[in-house]
């Protein structure tokens, strides 16, 4: 008899509990059962309620009360409860999830589910927040718990915090003007390789919570990048952009602007932590041997040597169009922890500003584009990024802008990772002796692009194995190993 045939049995089973979770899922009625198990659950629970007021007895705010509320609207299960507020927060297209008394969110932390439940009278009237632990798990997790909601209340606070740009001027007192830093520039906006990008965000990242590595060691906790590429390559679209993924303040050095050694102390000593030190065109600056500023008072600098109180968790950014002439003491590694090359486009770069500039992600002038690339023509970023921009309404003639450009001005400057441009200018195709400024590669002649790419591919491969200090994302380092 087929009913009592074992696998028939089993085949139904399952097939009953996959109806009954389908329909538990698409009615939401598993919520329900979720709650009632937990309340069954809780029944052989004791909890401990800890109450965090928001006033205090002197009825001034309760830090704490903030703090756990900002924690508690970063939570997603703020959105499972059943009956939620939505107000403005403290910008006109913030909104806000808020609860009403007597609602409760649950959380999880280290593997013990916690309940935060809201007392009180609602709006304006006193509220309180009261944290249910299970005393199981008190001694366990309390105080980690409390921690952790102060580590995450301290990134959304530098999260939400206005940045600030900082320029070193001359008079009267010869130190630091702010003024709001609102460049819109982001990891994402920025063109460049992915897999580059990810390294330098999770260097970025890992950075941000290396405040006991980097004591263990001994060393100042500041991370120094050297971003060197040609003139429109975006060094400084990406200075932005890590200013405002760190969240971090930018101070813009002038270096032309700073008198002598001390001085350079000073404006060190003057900057915050959690701030971007950032110095543009290092190498045009050294080229020009000013009088100010001594070898060892920039080295010193870049080092952050005073001690930890004036570099202790920030980030000095230095850009160059080349390092090639540049005093290799000034490039070692722990001066410089991370160098990142910022090459002319290439094909896939220009496909990556296509898409961004002119939402195209395929065209049927695009093997032509590609064609004109492998024979060794290119152009900055910035460059055709402007062709696009004036060009937006129309794709095709913002294409054909671009193959024009490259078969005019671009000629022989993609050479690319081993192509230098004649003189360092700023966009204009002129050299510095007039002549138009092509790239050359040193001695002999500018080898097939194709042959560059292969050994570029080998190179990059070395490059991400050779355990380097200063770690550099391009190929030149391999380069020089090699
Ligand atoms: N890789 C890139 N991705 C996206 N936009 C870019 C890129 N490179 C340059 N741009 C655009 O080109 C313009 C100039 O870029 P940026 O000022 O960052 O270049 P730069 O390398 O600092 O140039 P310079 O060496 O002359 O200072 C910016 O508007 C920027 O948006
Ligand atoms: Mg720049």
Known sequence: MILSNPIFLVIVTICIFVAIRVALYRT???????????????????YQSFKVPKFNESMQENQLYGRVTDYL??????????????????????????????QTIEDDFLGAKVIWQIEGSGAGGSRNLVLKVRKADKRRILRPYLQHIHVVAD??????RELRLYMNVDVPDRAWKPVPFTHPSTLETISMESDLKSKVKSDLESFLKAKQYYHRLGRVWKRSFLLYGPSGTGKSSFVAAMANFLGYDVYDLDLSRVKDDSELMI?????????????EDLDRYLAEKPAGLSFSGISNFMDGLLNSCCAEERVMVFTMNSKDHVDPAFLRPGRIDVHIHFPLCDFGAFKNLATSYLGL???????????????????????????MIANRNSPSRAIKSVITALQTDGDGRGAGLFGRRVGFDTGSRKSESGEPGGAFCGEGGVPA?????????FLRM??????????????????REG
């Open 462 to 479: 070395k490059s991400s194995r050779s355990p380097s200090h200063s770690q550099s994302f391009d190929a030149d380092s391999a380069h």
């Open 73 to 102: 609207n970063s939570l997603t299960s703020i959105e499972e409860s059943d009956f939620t507020n939505l107000v403005t927060g403290k910008k006109p297209n913030e909104i806000v999830l808020q609860l009403d008394p007597n």
């Open 267 to 279: 404006l060190l000593l003057q900057t915050t932590t959690k701030s971007i030190i950032v110095i």
């Open 28 to 46: 939401g009625l598993v919520y329900i059962v979720k709650k009632w198990w937990w309340w069954f659950e809780d029944c052989f629970h004791v």
């Open 361 to 387: 992600k395929e065209h049927k002038l695009f093997p032509q584009v590609e064609e004109i690339f492998l024979s060794g023509s290119s152009l900055s970023p910035a460059e055709i990024g402007e062709l």
């Open 449 to 457: 692009v194709r042959d560059i790419r292969k050994l570029y591919g």
């Open 155 to 160: 990134e959304l606070e530098q999260k939400k």
